[in-house]
């Protein structure tokens, strides 16, 4: 049974950094999806940046070009989420999943109801 989880969520200061991490357990074949998502209070769940181990390719939403950067450790299937100069507007509770997907296949976007496998989330939140 696939299981996914979320850590490094913190308290930080408007224009810090944090480093998010997302580790897969679990998993039956290599060839899957990850991404990661937030919601915030009163939104809807969306896509930030979604991660393909058959290629390694990234698709980044508009919302994290620029500041969020994935890197990945495909030996210890874990993914992680770098962001960068963080504004009070990324507060939000931040979700890691998965999905398998064809050994030809690539991300070319990033959607909620694409993805299966949900860990719990951790909370970022940012102070003006």
């Known amino acids: 049974e696939v299981r996914v989880v979320e850590s490094g969520g913190a308290l930080v200061q408007a224009g810090g950094s944090l480093r998010l991490s997302c580790v897969v357990s679990g998993l039956s074949f290599d060839e899957y999806a990850v991404g990661w998502f937030r919601q915030a209070p009163g939104k809807t769940r969306e896509g930030i940046a979604c991660f393909s181990s058959t290629d390694e390719n990234t698709y980044y939403s508009t919302s994290a070009q620029g500041r969020f950067a994935v890197s990945s450790d495909l030996a210890k299937n874990t993914l992680y989420l770098q962001m960068n100069n963080l504004k009070p507007e990324d507060t939000a509770v931040y979700y890691c999943?998965?999905?398998?997907?064809?050994?030809?296949?690539?991300?070319?976007?990033?959607?909620?109801?694409?993805?299966?496998?949900w860990g719990q989330g951790t909370q970022v939140t940012v102070s003006s």
């Open positions: 999943a998965q999905r398998y997907i064809h050994v030809m296949d690539t991300v070319s976007d990033c959607e909620v109801y694409q993805y299966d496998r």
